[in-house]
């Protein structure tokens, strides 16, 4: 298994938990649960597919993130009444999937040969779009756009600190796992203590 299948396989697994924790929140069926899960943990690798021209799509190349999304979603189906918070864990594991997520789109990106730029876009989007689709689909706030969230910044920074990383010289995983400690810690940071970027504030017109 090479590294970057490796790392969607992991982002998958956890946005198809988080998007099943979302289905049963909107109390949906079976297929419901299925659906958004698969929803949740392909999109954001399709869209960055997509973009790259990769052909075929990496879930159609290989079904494998499908049946590891079906699989994490019956398993929350018969499983989410034991978790106290559903949206407390769907937070925290959102998180996870978006650290592992950027860093699988800029692995995917830099092994097209990709310049550095698309590189960290293609990493946000892998980390962003998932999340998104799923919030948007179940008629939740999204996430990415919460007020006083570090969201798309924290993909933003942690794709931008692999390719740092690995522009200084490192090589293997150094750029990947830098990439991931980014992103989580600035997520878990507005998580926990409330980082944020300044808001847009109207200012009364002048007289």
């Given at each position: 298994m090479?590294?970057?299948?490796?790392?969607?396989?992991?982002?998958?697994?956890v946005?198809?938990?988080?998007?099943?924790?979302?289905?049963?929140?909107?109390?949906?069926?079976?297929?419901?649960?299925?659906?958004?899960?698969?929803?949740?943990?392909?999109?954001?690798?399709?869209?960055?597919?997509?973009?790259?021209?990769?052909?075929?799509?990496?879930?159609?190349?290989?079904?494998?993130?499908?049946?590891?999304?079906?699989v994490?979603?019956?398993?929350?189906?018969?499983?989410h009444?034991?978790?106290?918070?559903?949206?407390?864990?769907?937070?925290?594991?959102?998180?996870?999937?978006?650290?592992?997520?950027?860093?699988a789109?800029?692995?995917?990106?830099?092994?097209?040969?990709?310049?550095?730029?698309?590189?960290?876009?293609?990493?946000?989007?892998?980390g962003?779009?998932?999340?998104?689709?799923?919030?948007?689909?179940?008629n939740?706030?999204?996430?990415v756009?919460?007020?006083?969230?570090?969201?798309?910044?924290?993909?933003?920074?942690g794709?931008?600190?692999?390719?740092a990383?690995?522009?200084?010289?490192?090589?293997?995983?150094?750029?990947?796992?830098?990439?991931?400690?980014?992103?989580?810690?600035?997520?878990?940071?507005?998580?926990?203590?409330?980082?944020?970027?300044?808001?847009?504030?109207?200012?009364?017109?002048r007289?």
């Amino acid at each position: 298994m090479t590294l970057t299948l490796a790392l969607d396989l992991a982002s998958v697994l956890v946005f198809a938990v988080t998007g099943a924790l979302v289905a049963a929140r909107a109390q949906l069926d079976p297929v419901g649960f299925v659906f958004i899960a698969c929803l949740t943990a392909v999109g954001g690798g399709t869209v960055r597919d997509l973009l790259l021209g990769r052909d075929p799509v990496f879930w159609i190349a290989d079904p494998t993130p499908l049946m590891v999304a079906g699989v994490a979603a019956m398993g929350i189906f018969f499983t989410h009444h034991l978790l106290a918070s559903r949206l407390r864990w769907i937070i925290w594991l959102d998180a996870v999937a978006l650290s592992i997520a950027v860093a699988a789109g800029v692995a995917v990106a830099h092994g097209l040969g990709q310049p550095i730029w698309v590189q960290v876009v293609m990493g946000v989007a892998t980390g962003c779009m998932g999340g998104l689709l799923r919030d948007v689909v179940c008629n939740e706030v999204p996430l990415v756009l919460t007020t006083g969230e570090l969201y798309v910044t924290a993909a933003l920074a942690g794709g931008t600190a692999a390719v740092a990383v690995r522009e200084m010289g490192a090589a293997g995983l150094s750029p990947l796992l830098a990439c991931v400690a980014v992103t989580f810690l600035l997520r878990a940071g507005s998580i926990r203590y409330g980082w944020a970027l300044p808001s847009f504030r109207p200012r009364p017109p002048r007289r």
